[in-house]
């Protein structure tokens, strides 16, 4: 078989679905495969559904595990990606969690592991909005915010696998707890909270017709309606948002020197040009020097497919398959 | 000569004097010298007494240039170190001068070019408090404030060179010009500026005995006394601008997972463990996740000999010497 025509399983495991697919080294995806995480029903039977995920996927692709190569996977959580273990994955409930080797024993395939965000921004720097740049940051804005680093054209995980937590970087140290972090500030719960609030202390929005008057249930897709449709109060509250996510990303530009910022997740999906431009204009306010306004804001270009997508091309190229 | 004989030129190249110092591969200075910089000359003639500083340190140590194996320089300002090109020295009116070609030329010696900031941090990591910490950030806080990053045992330089600028990472995107940055809220001058207000203001504090009532007349020397005789005022704008930056390199170390941030620069040298300790306090509360306030905070080892040092290091290590 030709190099190019190897194929790997990459798998998205995550607190609530484990993602499964097939995908070669250009990073296309063959066939994809999805199941409920289940971690109440305890670590032993999560594996299992990862394994029987993996399977499903296989089968939708008429291939069995001679036809692969390696296998990825991102987790919620703290990784050492060198000895393939889970350090910590509260969601889970795991600590120190060897699933590399549970893994390889399982499947009889090479396993590499590392944190969920981490292998979402290398899918985006090896096949996606990132492609090329040697040095970059992605931010993912969804509930939470998570980010990873690409430097020197490596996955960047610092000492402690920890790396890339701009979400739990304090950018307002003065103000009251619940409201200093990157993630405090700008992530879709944070975003929902302050329109909520808002709209409850009497300020007019026409998010409160899209929601059908019950405000727990806001919605992305209501927040980029009521965006299109120019309504002041979410306009105001998403743009402050973002303006928080171009001061978090102009730090860490100034520091790293960086070309490249790749913005993605479900918030930025739905919103995504008034993303980067609100983004944009308190990056350049912010960022130094001035030069480093040639830096690149993109919207991420894999979707929901970054994760198991970038976990597939990681184990590629960490077993240089 | 075996290779732990060989000797090494490091220059500090200033705005205001040129450091020159020999140097050997366990970072001892055998003999130094310093010169004026006379910015106001013009490049050919700082040049002429960037070598002649060399030659003063050579004849200081009874050397010739064929003693010395390299010569290592850190700049004020951006560097493309592959070049030896000093893309912009403000102080110096430089733009993309081939400094590495011209001095090599000159002094007929392989010649290494960076930034002055970042030669300094690498002269930590290699020789001073940073030892054997193959991912730390070195932060200089003196009449500004400047950093340095060394990644996977590497100087770390982005994209554009211009890595480790985290006096110009905006902490307080709300507050007033002037008010934003590390280096606005914790310099030596941002704390002389608030010292001399408040006084101003009929704040008492002994400082104004300590200047003799010349508020102008601020010295980091002053600042010290003030702090260790518990003086309210000066500790508390001390304590703030720690604060500043703990919350800084916490944003950093959330972001790289690093083990070590070493403070160094003539406001840490003049306050030492305090400077540490207010640092630590406001670094704890903010890094994140909770193992990271495992990251050691130590004191810079190397004082005003880390550029020098450095810049002669890095030499070695780049030319494999």
């Not at 059908?212 to 998403?238: F, T």
């Not at 008034?274 to 894999?302: G, Y």
Request: proline letters at 2%.
């Amino acid at each position: 078989m030709a190099k190019e025509d190897k194929l790997f399983i990459g798998v998205d495991l995550g607190g609530t679905n484990i993602q499964a697919g097939i995908v070669n080294l250009r990073g296309k995806v063959l066939a994809k495969a999805k199941k409920k995480t289940k971690a109440d029903n305890g670590t032993e039977k999560v594996v299992d559904r990862i394994c029987d995920t993996c399977l499903d996927a296989m089968e939708e692709a008429g291939l069995s595990i001679k036809d692969i190569s390696a296998l990825g996977i991102g987790a919620p959580g703290a990784t050492d990606s060198e000895k393939g273990v889970v350090i910590e994955a509260v969601n889970l409930r795991w600590n120190n969690y060897p699933l590399a080797k549970t893994l390889k024993n399982k499947l009889n395939l090479p396993v590499v592991v590392d944190n969920d965000v981490n292998v979402g921004a290398w899918g985006e720097y090896q096949v996606g909005a990132g492609k090329k740049q040697d040095n970059m940051m992605a931010v993912f804005i969804g509930t939470g915010i998570g980010g990873g680093l690409i430097l020197n054209g490596n996955l960047y995980q610092g000492t402690y696998g920890t790396a890339g937590e701009i979400g739990h970087v304090v950018l307002r140290s003065d103000a009251p707890l619940g409201r200093r972090t990157l993630e405090n500030l700008a992530s879709r719960s944070a975003i929902v909270n302050l329109i909520t609030n808002l709209v409850k202390a009497n300020h007019p929005s026409i998010i409160t017709d899209l929601c059908n008057g019950d405000l727990s249930n806001i919605r992305s897709k209501m927040i980029k309606q009521a965006v299109e449709e120019k309504d002041d109060l979410v306009c105001r509250v998403v743009q402050e948002a973002c303006h928080y996510v171009g001061v978090a990303a102009a730090g860490m530009v100034t520091m790293l020197s960086l070309p490249c910022v790749v913005l993605g997740g479900g918030l930025t999906e739905a919103l995504g040009p008034k993303v980067i431009e609100w983004t944009r204009k308190s990056f350049d306010d912010t960022v130094f020097p001035s030069k480093l306004k040639n830096c690149k804001i993109v919207e991420a270009q894999l979707g929901d497919d970054a994760g198991l997508v970038g976990a597939a091309l990681l184990a590629a190229d960490r077993l240089k398959a």
